[in-house]
């Protein structure tokens, strides 16, 4: 297969699915990654596609968002390192919230292997999280689904969502997003999660933004959180020296979590606060 058919094709799998993976196509089409990172970068310097890590957006992601399974199998490593960082901002009995997006998801995987979730109750209007509790062996965790309207990134939104999420109250919300504006905030491509978003942080004592460093370089519709409505970031090393500058200058709390921590976090904190 010649470039030009490769790169058809690539635009092919963006327009159906929103995002996709070096690796994926790597296997679909019988080439090396580095041949496939060259068709993406050409279509990049075109203006057809958006370059990520691991792989590439649509160039509309302004107003669509991947699937849930696409985005799944995207940075990795990245969502690892954020998710064992966010785990110490949880305590044995708490009674928090996770919203949508595949870094909440692998979050609420670590979170469901570390002594942390003892006793805890999780309401969430993510679909995968809900099945991964129910999963469990152990019934030790509760967790409470809110209803609601599907949306591409599996999550549960809309009025009937918002609604469940008002008549309840919990410690901690944990959030993925689409974007990081400076210094607007935290922005969703879809409006409906990003008002579910918004009704989950009013009935939260804090909240924890979980995302990683190429979300600072990408856009999205609708707003649903400011610098200042949050009590942390947490997102990857790889963020931009100045962007991180800039966040820590508007934000309470950013964390810059390592890749290679996976040892370096099995001891936790005994004091999240601190």
């Known amino acids: ?69 696409v985005k799944s199998q995207m940075d990795i490593g990245l969502k690892d390192a954020i998710a064992r960082e966010a785990v110490n901002y949880v305590s044995p009995g708490d009674v928090i919230a996770i919203g949508g997006g595949t870094t909440a998801y692998v ?17 969430t209007n993510s679909l995968p999280v809900a099945e991964l509790v129910q999963a469990l062996e152990s019934k030790d965790v509760e967790v409470i689904v809110t209803g609601g309207v599907i949306s591409r990134s599996n999550s549960l939104v809309g009025p009937i969502a918002d609604k469940v999420v008002a008549s ?48 600072w370089s990408s856009t999205s519709l609708s707003l649903f959180a400011g610098f200042g409505d949050v009590e942390a970031v947490i997102t990857d090393d790889e963020l931009d020296p100045e962007d991180s500058q800039r966040t820590k200058e508007l934000v309470k709390t950013l964390v810059l979590a390592h890749q290679n921590s996976a040892e370096d976090n099995s001891e936790e904190r005994d004091n999240v606060d601190e």
């Open 1 to 69: 297969m010649i470039s030009s058919q490769r790169q058809h094709l690539i635009l092919s799998r963006l327009r159906t699915r929103g995002a996709v993976r070096i690796t994926a196509l790597s296997e679909e089409l019988g080439v090396s990654a580095m041949t496939i990172r060259r068709d993406i970068a050409d279509l990049a310097d075109k203006g057809l596609l958006k370059r990520v890590h691991g792989g590439a957006v649509t160039t509309s992601s302004l107003l669509a968002e991947p699937l849930f399974s």
């Open 107 to 123: 979050f609420a995987q670590h979170l469901l292997e570390s002594r942390r979730s003892s006793g805890i109750t999780i309401l």
């Open 168 to 215: 309840l109250r919990v410690n901690t919300v944990f959030l993925g997003t689409h974007s990081v504006s400076i210094p607007r905030g935290f922005l969703m491509p879809n409006s409906l999660e990003a008002a579910t978003d918004m009704a989950m942080m009013q009935i939260a004592d804090k909240t924890i933004i979980l995302t990683d460093h190429t979300k």
